[in-house]
């Protein structure tokens, strides 16, 4: 595909009120990314052009998607004096012959649903659909394969509400048609907006081949609430589902799994039902168990869960994790930690067993300090490794102990215990028994 071939216009400028969130519409999340960001990416595959339209908190919207992609051009839209997607075209000048104009809201677009657009020759091809209940779309009046008119809900007969073709949103036009009717655009309607469908009537009086495409409505669905964003990330999470299972990844239970955009996986690899895994995170060979959750983390020929949390920034290659292990921030190679334990800030190496409810005390209240654990370290249960600490090779920590110490030395036994007392009939005494 040439990139050269193809302008892409985003409009991203507009405050979803009806999401009744402080947060910018387009910035809301679907399986870990804003929603323009998986329009921009998409965008990237077909062209090599892509300016995105803000308004609405420009600030945040650029700021967030420059943290992912070059490259883009950002145009401010002047929203009080020309509000409306015809006022976010203004000042706009693509580079290429053909422009598509998408909307930031449309995170379910794939480049495959785009295709009609790029192989279809017309002065303008603009996207439909048909619904059951079109409430709250633009109506498309068709004649004889050609687009007559597009009609705003808002402005719409009677009549005109009738029909069930909408509008979904999403136009190619030649360059010409961009710079010709754009600045011809006025504001006389309801709404008192710059209408980008407008540019339709006036073309096609000047008698432009205005062409519908239909479009399937599950690329195309729009987010305006937050019932939307549900029923979008619900889509884009069998999308990315599908996908790895294609790749040969085995889930169970898929419906009940969570994995976000950037998670990848290597080999075969087993998820169990309930996990949820995001973040940059690498799977690979490995058997994630059941209400497992990992982030932005990586885990190589290894076995975590079921109800394991790996926290970010964890490195996990040859080890055994158990149920009821949390792990932040450290490197565990050819370990085992089978139940109830807390390593933050670690590095474990191999042949290490860690027991039952051992933590390492990685936090004093003001900094945080990092425990070191080298090779054939057996630590028993309930220990306390309070870091800064380094722990040598062959070394064993006896049940129940608190080391606190700087350093333990190879071939050691580190053991921390009060001696045992017992006091004879304290029982009966404490709860007046005889």
Same mark, same amino acid.
């Given at each position: 595909?040439?990139?050269?071939?193809?302008?892409?216009?985003?409009? =991203?400028?507009?405050? +979803?009120?009806?999401?009744?969130?402080?947060?910018?519409?387009?910035? @809301?999340?679907?399986?870990?990314?804003?929603? &323009?960001?998986?329009?921009?990416?998409?965008?990237?595959?077909?062209?090599?052009?892509?300016?995105?339209?803000?308004?609405?908190?420009?600030?945040?919207?650029?700021?967030?998607?420059?943290? @992912?992609?070059?490259?883009?051009?950002?145009?401010?839209?002047?929203?009080?004096?020309?509000?409306?997607?015809?006022?976010?075209?203004?000042?706009?000048?693509?580079?290429?012959?053909?422009?598509?104009?998408?909307?930031?809201?449309?995170?379910?677009?794939?480049?495959?649903?785009?295709?009609?657009?790029?192989?279809?020759?017309?002065?303008?091809?603009?996207?439909?659909? !048909?619904?059951?209940?079109?409430?709250?779309?633009?109506?498309?009046?068709?004649?004889?394969?050609? /687009?007559?008119?597009?009609?705003?809900?808002?402005?719409?007969?009677?009549?005109? &509400?009738?029909?069930?073709?909408?509008?979904? +949103?999403?136009?190619?036009?030649?360059?010409?048609?961009?710079?010709?009717?754009?600045?011809? &655009?006025?504001?006389?309607?309801?709404?008192?907006?710059?209408?980008?469908?407008?540019?339709?009537?006036?073309?096609?009086?000047?008698?432009?081949?205005?062409?519908?495409?239909?479009?399937?409505?599950?690329?195309?669905? +729009?987010?305006?609430?937050?019932?939307?964003? *549900?029923?979008?990330?619900?889509?884009?999470?069998?999308?990315?589902?599908?996908?790895?299972?294609?790749?040969?990844?085995?889930?169970?239970?898929?419906?009940?799994?969570?994995?976000?955009?950037?998670?990848?996986?290597?080999?075969?690899?087993?998820?169990?039902?309930?996990?949820?895994?995001?973040?940059?995170?690498?799977?690979?060979? $490995? @058997?994630?168990?059941?209400? *497992?959750?990992?982030?932005?983390?990586?885990?190589?020929?290894? !076995?975590?869960?079921?109800?394991? @949390?790996?926290?970010?920034?964890?490195?996990?290659? !040859?080890?055994?994790? +158990?149920?009821?292990?949390?792990?932040?921030?450290?490197?565990?190679?050819?370990?085992?930690?089978?139940?109830?334990?807390?390593?933050?800030? $670690?590095?474990?190496?191999?042949?290490?067993?860690?027991?039952?409810?051992?933590?390492?005390?990685?936090?004093?209240?003001?900094?945080?300090?990092?425990?070191?654990?080298?090779?054939?370290?057996?630590?028993?249960?309930?220990?306390?490794?309070?870091?800064?600490?380094?722990?040598?090779?062959?070394?064993?920590?006896? =049940?129940?102990?608190? /080391?606190?110490?700087?350093?333990?030395?190879?071939?050691? &036994? =580190?053991?921390?215990?009060?001696?045992?007392?017992?006091?004879?009939?304290?029982?009966?005494?404490?709860?007046?028994?005889?």
């Amino acid at each position: 595909m040439n990139k050269n071939n193809i302008s892409i216009i985003i409009l =991203a400028a507009g405050k +979803g009120s009806r999401m009744k969130s402080p947060t910018a519409k387009v910035l @809301h999340s679907i399986s870990g990314k804003p929603m &323009l960001y998986h329009i921009i990416k998409v965008s990237q595959e077909i062209s090599n052009d892509i300016t995105v339209v803000i308004a609405h908190q420009k600030e945040k919207v650029q700021e967030a998607m420059q943290s @992912h992609f070059e490259n883009i051009n950002f145009c401010v839209q002047d929203a009080e004096n020309f509000p409306g997607t015809g006022g976010a075209m203004k000042n706009i000048a693509p580079k290429n012959e053909k422009v598509l104009v998408l909307n930031g809201d449309m995170p379910l677009i794939t480049a495959e649903a785009l295709d009609g657009f790029l192989n279809t020759d017309a002065d303008i091809i603009m996207s439909i659909f !048909d619904l059951q209940n079109p409430d709250g779309y633009g109506r498309v009046i068709i004649e004889e394969n050609q /687009v007559q008119r597009i009609v705003e809900q808002k402005d719409a007969s009677a009549q005109e &509400l009738k029909v069930s073709t909408v509008n979904a +949103g999403i136009y190619a036009f030649s360059k010409t048609v961009i710079e010709k009717y754009i600045p011809l &655009l006025t504001n006389e309607n309801a709404q008192k907006e710059y209408y980008l469908t407008d540019v339709i009537s006036m073309a096609r009086k000047d008698g432009l081949n205005i062409s519908p495409l239909l479009v399937d409505e599950a690329n195309f669905k +729009g987010v305006n609430s937050k019932k939307d964003l *549900s029923d979008s990330e619900m889509i884009m999470q069998d999308k990315i589902k599908t996908a790895w299972m294609n790749a040969g990844v085995i889930m169970q239970l898929p419906s009940t799994i969570y994995i976000e955009e950037g998670v990848t996986f290597e080999g075969e690899c087993i998820i169990e039902n309930g996990c949820r895994i995001t973040g940059d995170t690498l799977i690979s060979n $490995s @058997h994630i168990k059941a209400s *497992s959750v990992i982030e932005d983390s990586i885990v190589k020929s290894s !076995d975590v869960g079921p109800l394991a @949390h790996l926290r970010p920034a964890s490195y996990i290659e !040859d080890t055994h994790i +158990g149920n009821f292990v949390e792990v932040k921030k450290s490197s565990l190679k050819g370990v085992k930690a089978g139940h109830l334990s807390y390593i933050g800030d $670690s590095q474990v190496d191999e042949g290490t067993n860690i027991g039952a409810g051992v933590i390492t005390c990685n936090y004093d209240g003001i900094n945080k300090y990092k425990t070191i654990i080298g090779k054939n370290v057996f630590i028993g249960s309930d220990s306390q490794i309070v870091a800064p600490v380094q722990i040598e090779d062959d070394v064993m920590i006896a =049940a129940g102990t608190t /080391v606190t110490s700087g350093q333990v030395k190879s071939g050691s &036994l =580190a053991i921390s215990r009060v001696k045992l007392r017992t006091i004879k009939d304290f029982y009966y005494k404490f709860f007046n028994k005889k």
